[in-house]
């Protein structure tokens, strides 16, 4: 069992998990293969304070190199958890991480992933097939997949996934070539409606109000529709001075408080910033890391405590319970890069954080 180094503000000390794991050993199914893979999967059952690597699998490994993109909670189900890889494809757990296994999609990359907020059963992917960006859909646990959206040759790929938390039928996507696309009918159908100066990495929505949602582009623009994309402001201006000390440094990370309505983060190598008004007003965050040197690349809130949140650079996490504060760190002992964190919605105690190249 791996151990990582916890380090409260101030105070460092390492923790020892003595060969005991955050959850019992799962037990071995009689005739099925199994297989270990690289410690890209790590989780907390304690809220962030120990971690344990979960890279246990069972089945056919489609690779042992695992390098995660995405990741995708079961809203109805925490211990149903989806990666989606730079290659192999997507792993899924039922057990909270103890074993995954590889389901039946096989793509070039997995940039995005996610699930029907309404059932939890319907599985969403975007990914990169045989060079070409294309949205997957599944009713039945990976077992059959549908095409439901393509790029029109090689080249342009589906940057980010997002479904509206209150329709299921409502899905925006991103794509490469500056698009922002958005499907009425659980995609059916799609129409661009919007073309940005460069592509969104990211696309969240507000707690409260479905019509409400924030963008962010790879040139550190933010973005903002009030009206569900039938309109975008560009409110980058509205964020620069809560930056400047920063010069031109943008970010990469932004998300919507699950909980609170109109309060939104941002993040990057800009540090941390927060908006309580729907984007009109910014305020910086105190960080502990120099953000220029390792930029912040993922952020998660509690949701159901909004004062406590999560943020990661390269193999540290850090996390708050009061609102940003005070911060207590983890250190991961890999050679990997931290790329998503995730609460189990049910559960907040348990965290899920993953890697790649």
Same mark, same amino acid.
């Given at each position: 069992m791996k151990s990582i180094k916890l380090i409260a503000t101030g105070i460092f000390c390492a923790v020892v998990l003595s060969g005991c794991s955050l959850?019992?050993?799962?037990?071995? #199914?009689?005739?099925?293969?199994?297989?270990?893979?690289?410690? &890209?999967?790590?989780?907390?059952?304690? +809220?962030?304070?120990?971690? @344990?690597?979960?890279?246990? +699998?069972?089945? #056919?490994?489609?690779? %042992?190199?695992?390098?995660?993109?995405? %990741? @995708?909670?079961?809203?109805?189900?925490?211990?149903?958890?989806?990666?989606?890889? #730079? %290659?192999?494809?997507?792993?899924?757990?039922?057990?909270?991480g103890m074993t995954w296994n590889f389901i039946n999609f096989q793509s070039e990359k997995i940039y995005g992933l996610a699930l029907d907020p309404a059932t939890g059963k319907t599985l969403y992917a975007?990914?990169?097939?045989?060079?070409?960006?294309?949205?997957?859909?599944?009713?039945?646990?990976?077992?059959n997949w549908k095409e439901i959206y393509? &790029?029109?040759?090689?080249?342009?790929?589906?940057? &980010?996934?997002?479904?509206d938390k209150r329709n299921a039928q409502i899905i925006y996507v991103s794509t490469s070539d500056?698009?922002?696309?958005?499907?009425?009918?659980?995609?059916?159908s799609w129409k661009n409606i919007y073309v940005s100066g460069a592509p969104v990495l990211k696309i969240s929505e507000d707690a409260q109000n479905s019509n409400l949602l924030y963008a962010?582009?790879?040139?550190?623009?933010?973005?903002?529709?009030?009206d569900g994309g039938v309109t975008f402001e560009d409110i980058t201006a509205k964020v620069s001075e809560a930056i400047?000390?920063?010069?031109? &440094?943008?970010?990469?990370?932004?998300?919507?408080?699950?909980?609170? +309505?109109?309060?939104?983060?941002?993040?990057?190598?800009?540090?941390?910033?927060?908006?309580?008004?729907?984007?009109?007003?910014?305020?910086?965050?105190? %960080?502990?890391?120099?953000v220029q040197t390792f930029p912040i690349k993922a952020l998660a809130i509690n949701p159901q405590n909004s004062k406590e949140l999560i943020y990661g650079a390269v193999q540290a996490t850090y996390k708050s319970t009061d609102g940003g504060e005070t911060w207590v760190t983890a250190q991961f002992d890999n050679k990997l890069s931290l790329r998503t964190l995730a609460y189990n919605p049910s559960n907040p105690a348990?965290?899920?954080?993953?890697f790649s190249k």
């Open positions: 959850t019992p050993a799962a037990p071995v #199914k009689v005739g099925t293969p199994t297989f270990t893979f690289s410690e &890209s999967l790590w989780k907390s059952g304690d +809220g962030g304070v120990s971690w @344990a690597v979960q890279n246990k +699998g069972e089945g #056919k490994a489609n690779t %042992t190199n695992v390098s995660v993109l995405s %990741t @995708a909670v079961n809203p109805y189900d925490g211990g149903n958890v989806y990666v989606g890889l #730079k %290659t192999g494809g997507i792993m899924e757990t039922k057990d909270g975007s990914a990169v097939w045989q060079g070409t960006g294309k949205i997957f859909k599944t009713d039945d646990e990976g077992a393509t &790029s029109p040759s090689s080249g342009p790929l589906v940057v &980010s996934l997002m479904i500056n698009q922002v696309l958005k499907s009425g009918d659980g995609g059916v962010i582009t790879t040139s550190g623009l933010v973005l903002r529709t009030a400047k000390s920063y010069g031109n &440094s943008g970010g990469t990370v932004l998300e919507a408080d699950p909980s609170v +309505g109109s309060r939104v983060y941002m993040a990057g190598a800009m540090g941390l910033l927060v908006s309580d008004d729907g984007g009109n007003t910014w305020r910086s965050m105190p %960080t502990l890391n120099n348990e965290i899920y954080v993953a």
